[in-house]
């Protein structure tokens, strides 16, 4: 059994940009959720994905959108990136039924500059 | 006021001792209740995962979730270095998972 998968692991961007990042989800997992942590907090929700739809959304603006695929990979877009966006993005999966425990990828750090 | 309140320590202690983290919840809609474990520049790594009120124990650690008074703790017996990290709690449902700021534990040999 894989665990989950993030890529890159790292990022530079300038302020403006556009920016994509992608999870492989755990196998047999077909729940996606996706996480922004800043320096020194907690992960903050930013949506989840269940059969290629959002069915859950954080406090976080538009231009953060996502897409899953029917292999349950996903992606995180981010338009217009700010400098406040500049966090480690994190990617969880789970299976749908029964309980919440979520297995987290090991992130990708974006840095806009 | 947060969701989930946390201590961010950091908190040191000796190796061997017995650990303890606590969070408060302010969210009656939680149904589940989790420990995360986070080195530094990794993703949060599950440790522990409860739906009711009582004890759950895992090896050296024990969780405990007491929903009257919105409290949750983590204990951690016989401390090891290797446990230096940062301990996150997080409460939610099926859709959205809220996180504590997280502990910084330091266990010194």
């Known amino acids: 059994e894989t665990g989950v998968t993030q890529s890159p692991t790292h990022l530079i961007k300038t302020r403006g940009q556009q920016v994509t990042l992608r999870c492989s989800s755990q196998?047999?997992?077909?729940?996606v959720s996706w996480y922004q942590q800043a320096l020194g907090q907690g992960p903050q929700f930013i949506f989840q994905?269940?059969?290629?739809?959002?069915?859950g959304r954080g406090n976080f603006p538009p231009r953060f959108s996502g897409l899953q695929f029917p292999n349950y990979s996903s992606e995180l877009n981010v338009n217009a990136l700010e400098l406040d966006d500049s966090a480690l993005y994190l990617c969880a999966s789970r299976t749908s039924g029964g309980t919440n425990e979520q297995f987290f990828g090991p992130g990708t750090r974006l840095t806009v500059l | 006021q947060k969701e989930v309140e946390q201590d961010p320590g950091p908190l040191s202690v000796p190796e061997g001792a017995i650990v303890s983290l606590n969070c408060t919840y302010s969210n009656s809609a939680f149904q589940y209740f989790m420990w995360y474990r986070q080195y530094s520049r990794k993703g949060p790594e599950l440790l522990m995962y409860t739906y009711s009120s009582g004890n759950k124990e895992d090896g050296r650690f024990t969780a405990q979730v007491d929903k009257s008074s919105k409290y949750i703790s983590l204990f951690i017996r016989d401390s090891q270095p290797s446990d230096s990290a940062t301990y996150l709690c997080a409460g939610g449902g099926y859709q959205k998972v809220t996180f504590g700021i997280g502990t910084k534990l330091q266990v010194i040999p």
């Open positions: 196998s047999g997992h077909n729940t």
């Open positions: 994905y269940y059969r290629e739809e959002e069915n």
